[in-house]
């Protein structure tokens, strides 16, 4: 099939490159987001978002023209949904932004048309709720039009490439379907392109999730296990980690973002019945944030009147993402032990509510009686910790990601205190 014109439906981290990407390759797109600030900031060239190479890519695509961005869809031979599905009070998904997404593609859907579904969705979405919203139109699924299922798998900070070059899976609600989608990601797509069922193409990104969400909570219980038994997780995992068969991932202040830290509640909603383990992992990752207050408190005692110097709020390093962020709800409940905490985010343009910023390092650290890495940024990895001694009173650091070089620090005159340390 050929693709002359397409509608990108939702402009957030996977609609906006997906849009400028195929714009890139010359086929027309229309953006669509039902945000006007973000298109009115589109319009005028500025992006409501962070990701390596994006912003030059859209401003490229803008000027070419290639690119138009609009608050409502039109006609295209094809369109993509990638609208988010985050989750409500209960963990279940809140499948709202699809299901107004499909209800805004039916007055424009024509015959040979395709819509494919990107968003993270439970099993059974494409066939189950987008197939009967987008038949409203009075055109039959696979007779008609052609409909798919094909989940975005790229990693925040490195989007442009994984996009181009990651292997892409088309659920085709029906042979046709798989072909038409594997046509129009070939426009951009060189990694391997495979072909399958809708349902099956939702559980493979389900589980590709799920598993990295189970494997990191086996890293933060085995990093309690170290501190217990007077071992460090770090040297432990990376000695375990040369069997050829295993790769366990790092431990950490928890797990966020708006991927990993919620796609396993699908499962679980969907399935609750068959779904221990999943459901464990997730209740595993999200103590962890409780579990690196309790270290602080083994460090300083009582926190009431204690001065924190956290740096990092971002879900992870090097995005300006805050979204379900562990060091966020590290931050919380330190301020709800009693504790002031002081926050660094280099990424944090503004503020979040409740937290008390500062805008340089030296600032951050002033009155601390403790200095808390909670992100990885790389930023914070070429500090100078003779530098920040000189700008604190204090010295005790708390490294929970395993970012800082213990013995540069206790020369600085630091004791380093690390998550899933327990040796002496
Ligand atoms: N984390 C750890 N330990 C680790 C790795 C990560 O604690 O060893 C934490 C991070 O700090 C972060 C969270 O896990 O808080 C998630 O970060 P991540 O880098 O593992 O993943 P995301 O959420 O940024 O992106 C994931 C990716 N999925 C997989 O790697 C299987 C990405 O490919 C998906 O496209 C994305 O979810 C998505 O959109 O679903």
Request: glycine residues 8%; charged residues 20%.
């Given at each position: 099939?050929?693709?002359?014109?397409?509608?990108?439906?939702?402009?957030?981290?996977?609609?906006?490159?997906?849009?400028?990407?195929?714009?890139?390759?010359?086929?027309?797109?229309?953006?669509?987001?039902?945000?006007?600030?973000?298109?009115?900031?589109?319009?005028?060239g500025?992006?409501?978002?962070?990701e390596?190479?994006?912003?030059?890519?859209?401003?490229?695509?803008?000027?070419?023209?290639?690119?138009?961005?609009?608050?409502?869809?039109?006609?295209?031979?094809?369109?993509?949904?990638?609208?988010p599905?985050?989750?409500?009070?209960?963990?279940?998904?809140d499948?709202?932004?699809?299901?107004?997404?499909?209800?805004?593609?039916?007055?424009?859907?024509?015959?040979?048309?395709?819509?494919?579904?990107?968003?993270?969705?439970?099993?059974?979405?494409?066939?189950?709720?987008?197939?009967?919203?987008?038949?409203?139109?009075?055109?039959?699924?696979?007779?008609?039009?052609?409909?798919?299922?094909?989940?975005?798998?790229?990693?925040?900070?490195?989007?442009?490439?994984?996009?181009?070059?990651?292997?892409?899976?088309?659920?085709?609600?029906?042979?046709?379907?798989?072909?038409?989608?594997?046509?129009?990601?070939?426009?951009?797509?060189?990694?391997?392109?495979?072909?399958?069922?809708?349902?099956?193409?939702?559980?493979?990104?389900?589980?590709?999730?799920?598993?990295?969400?189970?494997?990191?909570?086996?890293?933060?219980?085995?990093?309690?296990?170290?501190?217990?038994?007077?071992?460090?997780?770090?040297?432990?995992?990376?000695?375990?980690?040369?069997?050829?068969?295993?790769?366990?991932?790092?431990?950490?202040?928890?797990?966020?973002?708006?991927?990993?830290?919620?796609?396993?509640?699908?499962?679980v909603?969907?399935?609750?019945?068959?779904?221990?383990?999943?459901?464990?992992a997730?209740?595993?990752?999200?103590s962890?944030?409780?579990?690196v207050?309790?270290?602080?408190?083994?460090?300083?005692?009582?926190?009431?009147?204690?001065?924190?110097?956290?740096?990092?709020?971002?879900?992870?390093?090097?995005?300006?993402?805050?979204?379900?962020s562990?060091?966020?709800?590290?931050?919380?409940?330190?301020?709800?032990?009693?504790?002031?905490?002081?926050?660094?985010?280099?990424?944090?343009?503004?503020?979040l509510?409740?937290?008390?910023?500062?805008?340089?390092?030296?600032?951050?650290?002033?009155?601390a009686?403790?200095?808390?890495?909670?992100?990885?940024?790389?930023?914070?990895?070429?500090?100078?910790?003779?530098?920040?001694?000189?700008?604190?009173p204090?010295?005790?650091?708390?490294?929970?990601?395993?970012?800082?070089?213990?013995?540069?620090w206790?020369?600085?005159?630091?004791?380093?205190?690390?998550?899933?340390?327990?040796?002496?």
């Amino acid at each position: 099939m050929e693709y002359h014109k397409i509608c990108v439906i939702g402009l957030g981290y996977i609609g906006l490159p997906t849009a400028s990407t195929f714009a890139d390759r010359g086929i027309e797109v229309v953006g669509v987001d039902n945000n006007p600030e973000i298109i009115t900031g589109l319009q005028q060239g500025r992006l409501h978002l962070y990701e390596p190479g994006l912003e030059e890519l859209v401003r490229r695509v803008l000027a070419s023209g290639t690119l138009r961005v609009s608050s409502q869809a039109e006609p295209a031979d094809a369109f993509i949904i990638a609208v988010p599905t985050p989750f409500q009070d209960g963990k279940k998904a809140d499948m709202s932004y699809v299901r107004s997404a499909c209800e805004s593609v039916v007055p424009h859907l024509r015959k040979g048309s395709l819509v494919v579904l990107e968003s993270t969705s439970p099993p059974r979405t494409t066939a189950e709720l987008a197939k009967p919203i987008l038949e409203r139109s009075g055109l039959q699924t696979g007779r008609d039009f052609l409909l798919a299922y094909s989940p975005e798998r790229v990693l925040p900070g490195r989007i442009l490439q994984e996009l181009v070059e990651n292997a892409r899976v088309i659920g085709g609600i029906d042979p046709a379907s798989a072909q038409a989608g594997a046509d129009l990601y070939g426009i951009i797509v060189r990694g391997q392109i495979i072909q399958t069922d809708a349902t099956t193409a939702e559980m493979v990104k389900l589980m590709e999730n799920t598993y990295r969400d189970i494997n990191i909570a086996a890293a933060n219980e085995f990093s309690r296990l170290a501190e217990r038994f007077g071992i460090d997780i770090w040297e432990a995992i990376q000695i375990a980690n040369l069997h050829p068969r295993v790769k366990i991932l790092s431990p950490g202040p928890g797990v966020g973002g708006h991927c990993i830290s919620v796609d396993p509640w699908f499962l679980v909603e969907s399935a609750q019945d068959i779904t221990p383990l999943i459901h464990t992992a997730r209740e595993v990752n999200d103590s962890q944030p409780a579990f690196v207050v309790q270290k602080i408190q083994s460090i300083l005692g009582d926190l009431n009147g204690k001065t924190i110097a956290a740096f990092g709020l971002a879900y992870k390093p090097d995005v300006d993402d805050f979204r379900e962020s562990p060091a966020v709800h590290c931050v919380e409940l330190l301020q709800a032990a009693g504790a002031g905490v002081q926050v660094y985010d280099p990424f944090l343009k503004g503020n979040l509510p409740g937290m008390r910023t500062f805008a340089t390092p030296q600032e951050t650290v002033r009155s601390a009686d403790i200095l808390l890495l909670l992100v990885n940024h790389t930023a914070f990895r070429d500090y100078d910790p003779g530098k920040i001694a000189a700008d604190t009173p204090a010295r005790l650091v708390l490294d929970t990601v395993n970012g800082w070089d213990r013995s540069a620090w206790q020369k600085a005159g630091f004791k380093v205190h690390r998550l899933g340390s327990g040796k002496a």
